[in-house]
């Protein structure tokens, strides 16, 4: 259920990273609205994902674990998005 549960805060952090990106970077969406939701929430999964099985891996705490997945999926979603825009120019 904590899996479910982790999978639905994700998605939903993945579209509303999509949308800031747009809020950020105005008229430079070089994939389009959708491409931007679609990445920022395959990035946003699979860093979630990497964060909460290998931080426990390593031997960190359950805090740790939990402060990572908070904050690193949505600052890499928006590196993805800020890397997509600056290849395409």
Same mark, same amino acid.
């Not at 008229?27 to 929430?41: F, S």
């Given at each position: 259920? #904590?899996?479910? /549960?982790?999978?639905?805060?994700?998605?939903?952090? &993945?579209?509303?990273?999509?949308?800031?990106?747009?809020? /950020?970077?105005? $008229?430079?969406?070089?994939?389009?609205?959708? &491409? $931007?939701?679609?990445?920022?929430?395959? !990035?946003?999964?699979?860093?979630?994902?990497? $964060?909460?099985?290998?931080?426990?891996?390593? &031997?960190?705490? !359950?805090?740790?674990? #939990?402060?990572?997945?908070?904050?690193?999926?949505?600052?890499?979603?928006?590196?993805?998005?800020?890397? /997509?825009?600056?290849?395409?120019?």
């Amino acid at each position: 259920m #904590n899996l479910l /549960i982790l999978v639905a805060a994700m998605v939903v952090v &993945g579209l509303v990273m999509g949308f800031v990106a747009g809020l /950020i970077w105005k $008229d430079n969406r070089p994939i389009g609205v959708q &491409g $931007d939701y679609i990445v920022a929430v395959i !990035t946003v999964l699979v860093v979630g994902f990497l $964060d909460w099985f290998v931080i426990p891996a390593l &031997g960190f705490s !359950t805090a740790m674990r #939990n402060l990572g997945i908070a904050l690193e999926p949505a600052l890499s979603a928006l590196l993805v998005l800020w890397l /997509i825009r600056v290849a395409k120019k």
